[in-house]
């Protein structure tokens, strides 16, 4: 059974009224249309990779709220509207009926073709020319049936992290087979997406090749999927990991699945590069990186660089805790006062803002929004990709059902009391490692084969944040460590994951991913108390300055020859020949985020806060002039200079 115009208008009013546009269009028809439980709108995106809120959220950040004053009275509808809603008549008059239902209305506003939802659809990469007939002859289905597809584990796989929604989303990604069997997790990642090499199993006992699962919140997913489709699916190698489905987001639950399928063999199945190193030899190890990954993946990506000059923030806030955790102030709560942080941001005025501060904040982009949390998680929304999302506010305790927000929306201005600053999120990560320094002081002493006076990270990585730094710019992986890179049949290299790839500063990956050996890999074998992470150290400063490493430990100068090899593929890299401050800071500041990372080990984290901090050093060193690092702060030009 359909539902009527009657019943769709109603909801398409509710959502005009929530948007404060008083007025109904066809987007606030289509919305009507994706809240119907198990309507035939909803079905038709499913099935397509989609979920409806996350459609309705393109649609909403295309229009945008209204304003709350009012300038007429009622809720007339627009001429656009009127005009799909002539289509819809005509439609249910040809069918010998004088009512509308939910089939004619989607149906006109597929064939109307230039309104705003089909515009948002076609961004999203659907066919419109192919749904208008599913639109047409789909039949209605209220109850979400759920297919039942036998899920077996590996002798070795701990099933313990699996949920239930973890389930619904294999048994739908798998519709079709007998069952399927999770063969291992693949490691290294520091979210709490899961992600499964899962051998699909065939009702006449066959075995089909073993592919990635990606498991992961459904707006993450689907971003990811998008992701793909603009910035890697043409730049790919031949023989490597593909989105080749659509995403899996069944509208029961709040997780959404991808599928990675790959080249395997039946003995050999998937591994990621942090289990496959021993297998690899770590002695080859270098090698495998620079012949194999870098060649294959540089001509299309890393070796297409263009010239690129930033202001660090623009590449690299984001990566960082939110700059401010902050507890919502309903209107008519607060007293006069308080500051105001708005966009373009004064990072001078972000250093002057302390906990329990209230803080107006204007102009900020809805980036997150958590209806389990009552809270969202707002950015600058400008500029370049990255640049979009620095500066994130964490805004707690709002009643989303009473003040209600989308992502892509911009908030004029909302109140909210500093709970954290970075500072503090920074300064508590720390406190966790034991650290055998003054948190507040300026520099810390590190007694390894030789004693060092570093700057203390915690209070100098500010200043690189104001820098401007030659570079370049060409397609990044953007999350490159040992847990996305894969290794397949005759060492082919595989990547997985592509939720942060995007044209960037190219020698984030490689920063990234000398991170991900030095915590990941090297301190495993080293060990967690601070005289290892000494030690370790005493190799990464003789990288630095291309010297003899320590003779004392032989087993570490092999496990050092990957970082070698990431050195020498930098080194091509730079944008100004011999000028590492840009690699330094690059790495400077992917260590410092990983210390806020508690899936890495205690050993791993203290590492990266040594690290860390002779990154800094080892870039103020190539600073002619100390008062080159204050530069000046950012004012309106520098954030509207990447747009």
């Known amino acids: 059974m359909t539902i009527d115009l009657k019943d769709i208008l109603i909801s398409a009013r509710q959502e005009s009224h929530r948007m404060q546009h008083f007025y109904i269009g066809v987007e606030h028809l289509f919305i009507a249309l994706l809240e119907i ?276 923030w623009t590449e690299y806030d984001w990566i960082l805790p939110p700059v401010l955790t902050m507890q919502y102030v309903p209107e008519g709560e607060t007293s006069s006062g308080g500051q105001t942080l708005r966009v373009p941001v004064n990072r001078s005025k972000l250093k002057q803002i302390e906990s329990g501060d209230v803080v107006t904040l204007e102009n900020f982009t809805v980036q997150r929004v958590y209806p389990d949390q009552n809270a969202i998680q707002l950015a600058i929304g400008r500029g370049n990709e990255a640049t979009r999302r620095a500066y994130k506010i964490l805004l707690t305790g709002i009643d989303l059902d009473k003040d209600f927000h989308y992502r892509g929306e911009v908030i004029d201005h909302i109140v909210g009391r500093v709970r954290k600053t970075r500072h503090d999120s920074l300064m508590n990560a720390a406190m966790l490692l034991d650290l055998p320094f003054d948190l507040n002081a300026e520099t810390i002493v590190v007694n390894g084969l030789k004693q060092r006076t570093l700057p203390n990270p915690i209070l100098a990585y500010e200043e690189l944040l104001h820098l401007h730094l030659s570079g370049s710019t060409s397609k990044i992986h953007g999350d490159l460590h040992l847990g996305n890179i894969l290794v397949g049949p005759g060492d082919s290299p595989f990547l997985i994951d592509f939720a942060h790839s995007r044209d960037g500063h190219t020698i984030f990956d490689w920063a990234t991913l000398e991170t991900s050996l030095l915590s990941d890999w090297i301190m495993k074998q080293a060990g967690n108390d601070w005289e290892a992470a000494y030690q370790v150290l005493d190799y990464v400063a003789a990288l630095n300055a291309q010297t003899t490493f320590p003779r004392n430990n032989p087993e570490l100068t092999l496990a050092f020859t990957p970082l070698i090899a990431i050195r020498s593929i930098v080194q091509e890299s730079l944008a100004v020949e011999g000028a590492w401050e840009e690699y330094y800071i690059s790495l400077a500041l992917s260590a410092l985020r990983g210390i806020v990372w508690e899936t890495k080990s205690l050993g791993g984290r203290r590492l990266l806060f040594l690290v860390a901090a002779l990154a800094i050093q080892e870039a103020q060193k190539y600073i002619a002039e100390p008062g080159e690092m204050d530069t000046p702060m950012p004012d309106e030009r520098d954030a509207t200079e990447y747009q």
């Not at 304003?67 to 002539?86: D, E, F, Q």
């Not at 040809?94 to 009512?99: I, L, N, Q, V």
């Not at 515009?119 to 990469?125: D, S």
């Not at 209220?142 to 099933?159: L, N």
């Open 37 to 312: 439980p198990g309507g035939i709108a909803r079905s038709i995106l499913q099935e397509h990779g989609l979920t409806p809120e996350y459609v309705i959220d393109g649609v909403r950040q295309k229009i945008g709220k209204g304003s709350k004053r009012r300038i007429w009275s009622g809720t007339p509808s627009t001429p656009r509207a009127n005009v799909i809603l002539a289509i819809a008549n005509e439609i249910a008059m040809d069918e010998g009926r004088t009512d509308i239902n939910e089939r004619d209305l989607l149906t006109a506003i597929f064939e109307e073709g230039e309104n705003m939802p089909v515009r948002v659809l076609t961004r999203l990469g659907l066919d419109i020319s192919s749904i208008v007939h599913e639109a047409q002859y789909r039949s209605v289905e209220r109850v979400v049936s759920q297919p039942y597809v036998d899920i077996i584990y590996a002798s070795e796989f701990d099933d313990s992290s699996l949920t239930d929604e973890h389930k619904v989303i294999l048994r739908r990604m798998f519709y079709g087979y007998d069952g399927i069997r999770i063969e291992n997790y693949l490691t290294g990642g520091y979210t709490k997406a899961l992600v499964l090499v899962v051998t699909p199993l065939n009702d006449d006992g066959r075995e089909d090749a073993a592919v990635v699962v990606k498991i992961d919140d459904t707006d993450e997913i689907l971003d990811e999927a998008q992701r793909y489709e603009q910035h890697v699916k043409g730049t790919l190698p031949p023989l490597t990991a593909r989105l080749e489905d659509k995403p899996v987001a069944p509208e029961i639950c709040a997780l959404a699945g991808v599928k990675y399928t790959i080249v395997t063999k039946p003995d050999k199945k998937p591994q990621d590069l942090g289990s496959a190193i021993a297998e690899l030899g770590v002695d080859k190890l270098g090698y495998w990186l620079r012949q194999q990954l870098y060649t294959q993946f540089g001509k299309t990506w890393w070796q297409q660089r263009r010239t690129f000059r930033f202001q660090v």
